[in-house]
């Protein structure tokens, strides 16, 4: 079995990396314009009240400003404007909010408006809020205070703002909701929050229990008062997409946290006029999404120029930000829809009568309409056309002719023909598809819902100097659907054609049923032949088509061009989720088609197995680390027991291959997580015991325990090479240290315990761990130089080799606490809220215990007991990520307290080892 299970760990590390190529390299190109600043820009610093700096000394807050605004606040800091508070997230900059301010500042001066948005932003010194949460209750404390601040310096005028407009990208937008977990918080405050690339649902990796609790702690809160103290408060969530290879798109989502009526979720590829993917940095100065941003902004604001403020009527304001983040049908700004407009009877009147039209003029110098008759034998009426027009398709019902004594009477013939005087507006159900030119509107009515109220359809052509084209048609929906089969994950083969459709259809949609987990991967391809123009030549380049990857449960929404290019990649979309469906959603993904009349097309499929890698590692790859510490706890377990059974320690390697394969943790991780969540949570929760992470429940991705075994395999590749590394490094130091040091080092005993316990309680935890590890790695280098051939000395090394590695595993666990507490050393001299404390207690331990214990008993329950804690680290920390690092210290102690040689076992041994 030696061989066989390195050889398929290699073989799967190897795919692993393939796929993390896909997931960090191979990404789209960035589609987002650059932002640019036009005036010198500056940030005010805004001094806080004496109380406030003091508690709060390594927070500040700004004011951004460009020209002479900023100087004329630097002289005078009374603001006149609307207040938005810009709060940046993990490692963020304050410096950040300058995309966002500076498109405000130029269009409120474009606008010449009297009134500004003053645009005020949080400077965190770039703490790591992703990666440590002990940091987020202080921010979101000294964010309370920014907004008091804020609203005070408005205090001058005779109609103050009453709330402030709160923008957070990443783990900022995590810090407006939680606000309104504080007692003293005044939720009248706030009315607006707009979220960029923020994890609402989960962190990304949960490394501490304080994180833990200010998600539980915020989630909770909004979903017990989304109609209560948060009924007023509207949300937005914009997720970057696949370029965001930090914070995937289902954890953005405030689906079950936020009122459905109050909260908003998308990505930025579905947003009108935006439809780019963004990377997680990007996302905050994408030209593309600041403009519909800070339309939205600009539409929301109400009242007289004095007075200045955002709406406080709850439905309009949902109406605004749903208009520019998720059903723009032209407008740049919102405006109401005129549900009944007037017929202009003088235009001219164009009839098309045929179920499938084209109408096409090089350009229009006078509006004109084109009649439609409505039939309810097909129920799909579609118009496709790239006019700018905002208000262009109504339905009516035609009045009756008139007779023909009236006709007689009339100054024209024509004018016997009747239209309709009004209509009712259907141009809000507008659908905009991108184009590299523009865009184009489209628009699909079911004819059967307008059947006894409208019998004719009016498509209004505007007044243009360029090419306007309209294609129509009217077919039943279910001609134009089918049913696609799409690979499961472990499917390897050649592309396969899946249909092919003939000219005049201008749509076509593949529902996707098997599209159901986020490790599948395929690219569909639709190529275009045969276009002809309107004279009936051959077209031989542009775009003849768009298409739209639609996901009914998320808001992934994501569109590609067909072309005639001579790269078909321009006709290619790669179908992957980026959250799976919800328990007991029966919904479809659908592949959407808009086509150009004058071509025939031919759609085949692909299945994408480097993007299936690329899947895996999106959406478990941080699985790895936990996995490598499984590994590492297994292998101490078969050294606990060798050593009962034996009396020896086995080496390192022999270990590994004996015991760390993935059934001695998975097979019975997942028989007891099974058990526990048939028991219910109620019931664990009476009982005192926890429940499994989610990775393990039961209801959660087919295949997800393939995945399971698959993450752990390459774990166990990753345990073999670090161990090559680290033996070849301690073997050289040893080399090296045998010239120096020939007996024991005392500071690596007992005067090792007071040294970390000072460093852990006066400095910091993982600071700890960082000196002890340093310490710990001496003692094995010097175990090293003493090993001879007897067992005792070899025990003894291969036992320190294994702690050692889950030493710098529990460390790497427990980094970005000392990161955090370096980079505020000039402010703080320990960290309060210190994940780390506890490890570095218990690892302290394991200096004097080794010194000490010469006769320890129940080696063989200690192993068990280790076996056990392996166990636990898959079932409770595969979501709960700081829970293997508690389990592993556990499990160090428990092996240098069991597993240090008895007196007089070096014979004993001896003499097995003959």
């Not at 393939?18 to 990404?27: I, N, R, T, V």
């Not at 589609?31 to 508690?55: F, L, P, Q, S, W």
Request: hydrophobic fraction near 45%; proline fraction near 5%.
């Amino acid at each position: 079995m030696a061989a066989p299970i390195r050889f398929i760990a290699a073989i799967l590390a190897g795919l692993f990396l393939w796929g993390l190529y896909d997931f960090a390299y191979k990404l789209e190109p960035n589609g987002c314009d650059m932002t640019y600043m036009y005036e010198r820009i500056d940030y005010v610093h805004v001094k806080m009240a004496e109380n406030v700096a003091n508690r709060f000394p390594k927070y500040n807050l700004h004011l951004y400003g460009e020209g002479s605004y900023i100087q004329k606040m630097k002289r005078q800091l009374k603001p006149k404007g609307v207040p938005v508070l810009f709060i940046p997230g993990n490692a963020g900059s304050y410096k950040q909010v300058r995309s966002l301010a500076s498109v405000a500042h130029r269009k409120g001066n474009d606008m010449g408006h009297k009134w500004k948005f003053n645009y005020f932003t949080v400077d965190f010194n770039e703490e790591l809020s992703g990666l440590y949460g002990g940091v987020l209750k202080d921010q979101t404390k000294f964010v309370q205070q920014c907004i008091k601040h804020i609203l005070a310096l408005y205090a001058w005028k005779s109609a103050p703002p009453t709330s402030v407009i709160l923008v957070g990208h990443s783990m900022g937008g995590l810090i407006p909701r939680a606000l309104f977990t504080l007692p003293s918080f005044n939720p009248q405050h706030v009315d607006v929050i707009i979220t960029i690339a923020t994890p609402h649902q989960e962190p990304v990796i949960l490394l501490d229990r304080f994180m833990q609790k200010m998600y539980q702690q915020v989630n909770d809160y909004w979903r017990t008062n989304g109609n209560s103290t948060l009924s007023h408060v509207a949300v937005v969530s914009v997720a970057g997409g696949y370029r965001d290879i930090m914070i995937p798109d289902g954890i953005t989502t405030l689906t079950g946290l936020a009122a459905d009526g109050m909260a908003i979720s998308t990505v930025s590829s579905a947003v009108p006029k935006v439809w780019v993917s963004t990377d997680h940095q990007c996302i905050v100065w994408c030209h593309q999404l600041v403009m519909a941003t800070k339309r939205a902004m600009f539409d929301l604001i109400k009242g007289p120029a004095a007075s200045k403020q955002v709406t406080k009527d709850s439905a309009e304001k949902m109406s605004i930000l749903r208009h520019h983040f998720v059903s723009n049908y032209g407008p740049k700004h919102y405006g109401g829809v005129s549900e009944i407009v007037d017929i202009d009877q003088s235009a001219t009147l164009h009839e098309e009568n045929s179920s499938a039209w084209t109408f096409t003029r090089s350009k229009v110098g006078e509006p004109r309409y084109i009649e439609v008759p409505l039939t309810t034998m097909l129920d799909t009426f579609l118009v496709i056309t790239n006019q700018n027009e905002d208000d262009w398709i109504f339905a009516c019902m035609k009045p009756k002719e008139v007779n023909s004594e009236e006709a007689e009477h009339a100054a024209d013939k024509a004018s016997s023909k009747q239209r309709c005087n009004d209509a009712t507006n259907l141009s809000h159900k507008t659908l905009l598809l991108p184009t590299r030119e523009g865009m184009w509107k489209t628009i699909a009515i079911n004819t059967t819902n307008l059947a006894g109220y409208y019998d004719t359809i009016m498509i209004r052509v505007g007044k243009s100097d360029k090419k306007v084209e309209v294609w129509a048609e009217q077919f039943g929906h279910r001609e134009r659907r089918a049913d696609m089969e799409v690979p499961s994950f472990w499917t390897f083969h050649k592309a396969t054609d899946v249909l092919a459709l003939s000219q005049g259809q201008l749509y076509y949609e593949l529902s996707l049923g098997s599209l159901a987990s986020i490790t599948q991967a395929i690219t569909v391809s639709v190529q275009a032949h045969d276009c002809k123009d309107e004279r009936g030549k051959n077209v031989t380049k542009g775009e003849v088509g768009v298409m739209r990857f639609l996901v009914p449960w998320s808001a992934q929404n994501e569109y590609k061009h067909i072309s005639l290019d001579s790269s078909h990649k321009h006709g290619q979309i790669t179908l992957k989720l980026q959250a799976a469906p919800p328990e007991g959603d029966t919904r479809h993904a659908q592949l959407q088609m808009w086509l150009h009349p004058r071509c025939r097309y031919s759609i085949a499929m692909q299945p994408e197995p480097q993007q299936l890698f690329g899947q895996i590692v999106r959406h478990y790859g941080h699985l790895i680390p936990v996995n490598w510490m499984m590994n590492l706890m297994l292998i101490l377990v078969w050294q606990l027991l060798t050593v009962a059974s034996d009396g020896m320690c086995a080496t390192f390697e022999v270990s590994h291959l004996a015991f760390a394969s993935p059934h001695r943790v998975l097979i019975v991780g997942n028989l007891i997580s099974y058990v526990l969540w048939s028991i219910g949570c109620d019931n664990l929760n009476r009982l005192g015991i926890p429940m499994p992470d989610k990775y393990l429940e039961p209801t959660r991705q087919p295949g997800s325990q393939l995945f399971a075994i698959f993450l752990y395999l390459v774990a166990y590749f990753l345990t073999m090479v670090v161990a090559m590394v680290l033996s070849l490094i301690i073997r050289i130091l040893a080399f090296l240290m045998s010239f120096i040091v020939r007996r024991n080092i005392p500071f690596l005993g007992y005067a090792a315990v007071p040294l970390l316990l000072a460093v852990a309680f006066r400095m910091c935890g993982s600071l700890a761990l960082i000196v002890g590890l340093v310490l710990y790695a001496i003692k094995v280098v010097s175990a090293r130089v003493r090993m001879d051939d007897t067992p005792a000395t070899r025990g003894r090394f291969n036992r320190r080799f294994t702690i050692l590695q889950l030493w710098i595993c529990v460390t790497l666990f427990n980094l970005p606490s000392a990161v955090v507490w370096f980079k505020n050393l000039s402010f703080i001299q320990n960290l309060e809220s210190d994940p780390a404390v506890f490890h570095a207690l218990v690892l302290a331990l394991v200096f004097p215990i080794e010194e000490v214990i010469e006769s320890p008993t129940g080696i063989k329950l200690a192993g068990y007991s280790s076996y056990a804690l392996a166990i636990m680290v898959g079932i409770y920390s595969t979501q709960n990520m700081y829970r293997a690092p508690y389990l592993a210290s556990i499990a160090m102690v428990i092996a240098s307290v069991c597993s240090v040689s008895m007196p007089g076992d070096n014979a004993q041994m001896e003499k097995k080892t003959n």
